[in-house]
């Protein structure tokens, strides 16, 4: 127990610094800084929910609309963003490597942890500006709000650790895989409920993980009104075996890769 206390206390050293190193190297010390980790999804946010406003409405089927379009589109980005920063981050980082104590999943995670936190800042942020303004409804279920970003978060980070390795092996995947990160929109949940779905469709979405996160979130916001479906053990269930996955091809890299 002392030697894993120990290495666990390493190991959260080595996320930390890894963590500052990776601000600093994307957004420096000049201006805002590293809150730009939380500013550039919240302009996304706002920007798409005000479109979404202008086009539809105040309200989407009785709820505010820039509300439900925050509460889809952030966790959307940090999707997209996380799966395309772990495009080629084993090769951008292969020169840490040679410290003994930063391992290969520390680079896909120290990413995947400066885009959820940003994201998650973003969210906080944004829920309050608009329940100040009356556009944001105080949280039915808290707990509900927090599973469902977590199954959120573990599917992200499932297909980071899928991603990062595949594109060491193949490049074409560096180019492909920006643009089909843009074919997850209809699949995640973001701009729509399940329950708005004609049935044939509705089934087909419900087999994607994302959307039973994202519904859940739902539910934690806005409660019954939007009718939710989801289920608690389907979306573990699907990332857990696709992540084990993930590691072992991470562990195949690991072996093969260059350090230069």
């Not at 894993?4 to 080595?14: D, F, Y």
């Not at 609309?65 to 951008?92: D, W």
């Not at 829920?127 to 303004?133: D, F």
């Not at 009718?227 to 093969?256: D, E, I, K, Q």
Request: with cysteine; aromatic share 14%; net charge neutral.
């Amino acid at each position: 127990m002392a030697a894993l206390h120990q290495g666990w206390a390493i190991q959260t050293r080595v996320i930390q610094a890894l963590i500052i190193r990776e601000l600093t190297t994307r957004f420096g010390r000049e201006n805002i800084g590293f809150l730009w980790v939380m500013a550039e999804p919240l302009l996304f946010a706002v920007l798409v929910g005000l479109l979404w406003r202008f086009e539809k409405g105040p309200q989407e089927h009785g709820v505010s609309i820039i509300a439900f379009v925050a509460t889809g589109y952030l966790p959307l980005v940090m999707f997209r963003s996380t799966v395309t920063r772990a495009l080629g981050s084993f090769s951008a980082n292969s020169s840490l490597m040679y410290h003994r104590q930063v391992k290969i999943l520390d680079l896909i995670l120290v990413r995947f942890l400066v885009e959820m936190i940003g994201h998650m800042m973003a969210y906080l942020f944004i829920a309050t500006v608009l329940y100040a303004l009356d556009e944001f409804p105080w949280p039915h279920d808290l707990g509900y709000l927090l599973l469902g970003w977590s199954y959120y978060a573990l599917f992200t980070l499932t297909l980071a650790t899928i991603v990062a390795p595949l594109s060491e092996m193949s490049e074409v995947l560096e180019k492909v895989m920006p643009v089909t990160t843009y074919l997850m929109v209809p699949f995640s949940g973001a701009f729509f409920m399940a329950e708005w779905l004609a049935p044939d469709v509705k089934a087909a979405v419900l087999w994607s993980p994302p959307v039973h996160a994202m519904e859940m979130m739902r539910y934690g916001v806005f409660g019954d009104a939007l009718y939710p479906n989801f289920s608690f053990a389907y979306t573990p269930a699907w990332c857990l075996p696709v992540l084990m996955v993930g590691l072992m091809l991470c562990r195949h890299v690991r072996r093969v890769m260059v350090v230069e």
